[in-house]
């Protein structure tokens, strides 16, 4: 059974500062999903990596992934309040099958 | 861009009644669906996958007579939470994916989520 966790679970931060979140998956995989959550929305699709050593940026996050450590990273630069949400990883085990989602990362940058 | 929508938005009902939740595809067509469940403050776990034209395929542990799916056409899949109870309350997403894809990473479209209250 596939298992997707990500690190923090909640991360309040100040304006201006640098964080990251981890995700961690359980088997292997080359598809990984970063998806924003505002409270009482459904998702918002923010990038998907496809290979191993994928990168991707989209103003001030960034997110990578490593398909040999099972781990994808979203960085946040100079956070700003707007970027505050939750954020869920999803890992979509085959090609054409069905995301498992990780825990999801509630994440609040104060003034 | 391609546009799922949900209906309704947000629903009431008293225990031990039904409510059917509709997923449309508005500008394309999806041969499959999934349903998600979300409890406050938590993930999204997926319920079950919808296929046109045939049986849905349920998650383990999610109970297929309680949580009927349908899924009549191209553009429509339903969700109907029969005799519901408190413990139903949840917010319920769907996303379809384009007919004719093969790979979820820029085919799969989400609703705006149903959420549901039981009483």
């Known amino acids: 059974e596939l298992k997707v966790e990500q690190n923090p679970l909640f991360l309040s931060m100040q304006e201006g500062k640098n964080y990251t979140i981890y995700c961690n998956y359980s088997?292997?995989?080359?598809?990984l999903y970063w998806y924003r959550q505002d409270p009482g929305k459904s998702l918002e699709s923010l990038f998907v990596?496809?290979?191993?050593?994928a990168v991707k940026q989209e103003g001030r996050l960034m997110a990578s992934l490593d398909t040999k450590a099972r781990l994808s990273t979203l960085h946040i630069t100079a956070a700003v309040h707007d970027l505050s949400a939750t954020y869920f990883c999803?890992?979509?085990?085959?090609?054409?099958?069905?995301?498992?989602f990780g825990e999801g990362t509630q994440l609040t940058v104060n003034p | 861009g391609a546009v799922v929508s949900q209906h309704p938005s947000w629903v009431i009902c008293k225990s031990g009644t039904s409510v059917k939740i509709e997923c449309r595809s508005l500008?394309?067509?999806?041969?499959?669906m999934f349903w998600y469940r979300q409890f406050p403050k938590q993930s999204l776990m997926l319920m079950a996958t919808?296929?046109?034209?045939?049986?849905?395929?349920?998650e383990q542990g999610v109970e297929k007579d309680k949580f009927l799916i349908n899924h009549a056409s191209l553009t429509l899949s339903t969700l109907t939470v029969t005799s519901a109870h408190p413990e139903d309350s949840s917010f319920y997403i769907c996303?379809?994916?384009?007919?004719?894809?093969?790979?979820?990473?820029?085919?799969?479209?989400f609703g705006p989520g149903t959420r549901l209250t039981v009483l």
């Open positions: 996303s379809a994916i384009l007919a004719g894809a093969t790979d979820l990473w820029d085919t799969q479209y």
């Open positions: 919808s296929n046109e034209g045939s049986k849905a395929t349920y």
């Open positions: 990596l496809l290979s191993n050593g």
């Open positions: 500008d394309f067509q999806a041969t499959t």
């Open positions: 088997t292997t995989s080359d598809r």
């Open positions: 999803a890992v979509e085990e085959t090609s054409g099958s069905r995301l498992t």
